[in-house]
């Protein structure tokens, strides 16, 4: 039964850069894709970016300046960092993994974390 | 704004069978399969179907996909009060190289 657990600081002032790491339990990292997605409050769904061993880092080109997604293998963790961010990158933030090559087929899901920027 | 457009509500009474559309493009929907996703409030999003109607084990057959060009849709038989939610559908986009959402639709129940 794979398991995902998330944590990362939930306030940020404007500019600052936004730091999330998810736990992965009970899969390596090969055969999965890792991924981040995020959700602004009362809003739909955005796809971060994801990892995989085949396919290597993808991200969303209206975030890719910004954004790096990183694994430790060594702590089956993977991480999401924002830089820069603003009042408009508040939303909770969600780890999620499915199998590699598939899309974003995702059965595996953080808790989510809540992230506001703020001032 | 999403890339792939869903009706931002839908409704039905319990036991009618009701249906969400997901429409996207050549980039997407049409050359890619598309998955759906259901969401409770404060919850994490869980997989409901995946390339474009294969259920993950516990998700009932009254719940069905279909693709046909660049629209796919979701359909629930017999609904029921649990069923109100949201659901998104997503799909890979190869122009974006990334995934895409739809906006969301919220199922309630009459």
């Known amino acids: 039964q794979v398991q995902l657990r998330q944590w990362g600081a939930g306030l940020l002032k404007p500019s600052e850069t936004l730091s999330l790491t998810c736990a992965v339990y009970?899969?390596?990292?090969?055969?999965?894709?890792w991924t981040w997605i995020r959700q602004p409050p009362g809003k739909g769904l955005e796809w971060i970016g994801e990892f995989s061993h085949s396919e290597g880092t993808r991200y969303n080109p209206s975030l890719k300046s910004r954004v790096t997604i990183s694994t430790d293998t060594s702590k089956n963790h993977f991480s999401l960092r924002l830089t820069s961010v603003t009042a408009p990158d508040t939303a909770v933030y969600f780890c999620?993994?499915?199998?590699?090559?598939?899309?974003?087929?995702?059965?595996?899901w953080g808790q989510g974390t809540l992230v506001t920027v703020s001032s | 704004q999403s890339v792939l457009t869903q009706p931002p509500s839908a409704s039905g009474t319990p036991g009618q069978r009701v249906t969400i559309s997901c429409s996207g493009s050549s980039s997407n929907v049409g050359s890619n399969f598309v998955h759906w996703y259901r969401q409770l409030p404060g919850t994490a999003p869980t997989l409901l179907l995946y390339?474009?109607?294969q259920r993950p084990s516990g998700v009932p057959d009254r719940i069905s996909g279909s693709k046909s060009g660049t629209s796919a849709s979701l359909a629930i038989s017999g609904l029921r009060s649990e069923d109100e939610a949201d659901y998104y559908c997503v799909a890979w986009d190869d122009s974006l190289s990334g995934g895409v959402f739809g906006g969301g639709t919220k199922l309630t129940v009459l």
């Open positions: 009970g899969a390596s990292f090969s055969g999965y894709s």
């Open positions: 999620a993994s499915g199998p590699v090559g598939s899309g974003p087929w995702y059965n595996y």
């Open positions: 390339r474009n109607n």
